[in-house]
């Protein structure tokens, strides 16, 4: 049912509840999207990560495998086995570090991929003409929040009273 509303009409508990709806949604689709900007960071850090820990990995391997051949060779001894196991190890344990942020990794990108299809169906469950009982400027998820509680709690009777407080309130 589309509902035409004059600025200046007194807002019925039906339209206000539409409004809390559409703010509700309006709000999740935000919060979408600021996950979706703060999953695209921690990708980011995570690759220059995985990055780091693979050189860190290889260069250790290297170092810690050269001196535990040059020993090896120059003091051939059990110390020297020790010396080998324990890089050899070292190494595994680089690796398997570097696998876990793999899939660290992988997750996040799962997580980023589905946020397109929850912020398209959040925001195309939005009814149209509920939304449009908002002003064009004030379909944000803070304004129609805003106006929502300003009609709920009785300090407007209007849209033109509720839109009126957000301006002051915003200093406009």
């Known amino acids: ?55 860190d990995a290889i260069g250790c391997g290297i170092i810690f495998g050269g001196i535990a051949l040059a020993l090896l060779i120059i003091v051939p001894s059990g110390l020297t086995a020790i010396i080998f196991g324990f890089v050899c190890i070292l190494c595994i344990k680089l690796f398997f ?22 912020y398209d169906r959040t925001m195309g469950s939005i009814n149209k003409s509920d939304l449009a009982m908002l002003p064009p400027d004030y379909r944000t998820a803070e304004a129609a929040e805003y106006i929502y509680k300003a009609l709920v709690n009785g300090r407007a009777l209007t849209m033109q009273q509720a839109v009126n407080l957000y301006e002051l309130k915003n200093g406009r």
């Open 1 to 55: 049912m589309s509902q035409s509303l004059s600025p200046t009409d007194n807002v019925s508990k039906e339209v206000i509840a539409k409004i809390g709806e559409v703010s509700r949604l309006l709000t999740e689709g935000e919060n979408l999207r600021q996950r979706e900007n703060a999953l695209q960071e921690e990708l980011i850090n995570a690759k220059v990560e995985r990055r780091k820990s693979l050189v």
């Open 97 to 118: 570090d570097f696998k876990k942020e793999a899939k660290e990794i992988e997750k996040k990108e799962r997580e980023l991929n589905l946020i397109p299809t929850q």
